[in-house]
């Protein structure tokens, strides 16, 4: 059996526990507004949708197919698909379907959906004035509480772009996994934008005069609710900005380092390299005449002191030629 809840304005939430959807939808008629959430997409809920609700064929597709933000006009109801974040521990979002006809919302999903509880908080909590409005208005609730779901989490996605930012130019402390922090909140404002972009979509199309999707008497706060999340898509818009400005400044930071240490790297292997250049050379003399040979004609050269001052000439020399190459000079960053 479909899992569901029901909701009216007559009775409030009512109890399920012992009805199939269309006896469900049964018990709302003549109740006022009514909202029919179906927490499961089974071949059950397929049928209904299909042969009691009467929906066009479309819509079945679309629930039951490959999922796409869409807002659709048919001659007796109408059908909306939008992202919403589902309940898992990661970020993530997942299509609702919600249907509109008479004065039933009804909404199709296939995981657990946060903004759903305010939703259903929000109508418990509706007033006289608001519930004339139609289903409409329901229509406007729901959609508001995915758009507020979203508030908070901006908001910490605010806080920890700051965060980054901060350990990125902190010449004080070295922070681990910092280009993996950057990296996942680069998706997870990816899979937020996935969802506000939809919802955006959908309240731009609704207010089309010539798209007839919502009545007149609700388009202020369809208004307000486009406002809200043109809002929201330029600032996460600005987040991914900030953090892939973030992500480069960090890479910049560290070719730089890894630039500076091989520059000291290379001075010390020219330093290393000019003392062994010189130093073999006199290793050799040394080691020439040094054997315990008396063929060796020492006294050709000035005996000891004549062969060290040819050592020390031949060095000089040698250090002059490096000092022409530029050798000597330490190497510019």
Do not use: C
């Not at 990125?168 to 506000?196: Q, W």
């Not at 292997?269 to 054997?291: D, E």
């Amino acid at each position: 059996m479909a899992e569901f809840r029901l909701y009216s304005t007559a009775q409030g939430r009512m109890d399920t526990t012992d009805l199939s959807l269309t006896q469900a939808l049964e018990a709302v008629q003549d109740q006022g507004l009514a909202w029919l959430d179906i927490a499961e997409a089974s071949g059950e809920v397929k049928t209904f949708l299909a042969e009691t609700v009467a929906v066009d064929e479309l819509v079945v597709e679309d629930i039951f197919g490959e999922a796409a933000t869409a807002s659709l006009r048919f001659e007796d109801h109408r059908f909306f698909a939008v992202r919403a974040r589902n309940n898992q521990a990661r970020l993530d979002t997942e299509f609702v379907h919600a249907i509109v006809k008479g004065d039933l919302l009804i909404t199709v999903r296939h995981h657990p959906i946060p903004s759903f509880t305010t939703f259903g908080r929000r109508f418990l909590q509706s007033d006289e004035e608001d519930l004339a409005l139609g289903v409409d208005y329901l229509l406007y609730e729901l959609l508001d509480a995915i758009a507020d779901d979203w508030t908070p989490i901006l908001g910490r996605f605010s806080g920890t772009l700051d965060d980054l930012e901060y350990q990125v130019f902190d010449p004080t402390k070295k922070y681990d996994n910092l280009l993996e922090s950057l990296h996942g909140l680069k998706g997870d404002l990816r899979e937020a934008n996935k969802s506000i972009e939809s919802l955006n979509t959908i309240t731009m199309r609704s207010l089309q005069p010539g798209e007839r999707l919502i009545g007149t008497n609700v388009k202020r706060y369809f208004t307000d609710l486009h406002q809200l999340t043109t809002a929201m898509v330029k600032r996460v818009s600005n987040y991914s900005s900030g953090a892939a400005s973030t992500r480069d400044s960090y890479l910049s930071n560290m070719s730089m380092q890894l630039s500076e240490s091989n520059a000291k790297l290379t001075e010390v292997m020219t330093t290393l390299t000019m003392v062994g250049a010189i130093m073999l050379p006199l290793t050799l003399i040394a080691g020439i005449f040094g054997m315990n040979n008396d063929d060796l004609p020492q006294e050709m050269f000035g005996g000891f002191w004549g062969i060290m001052g040819f050592m020390g000439l031949f060095a000089v020399i040698m250090m002059a030629y490096f000092w022409r190459k530029g050798w000597l000079n330490p190497p510019r960053l």
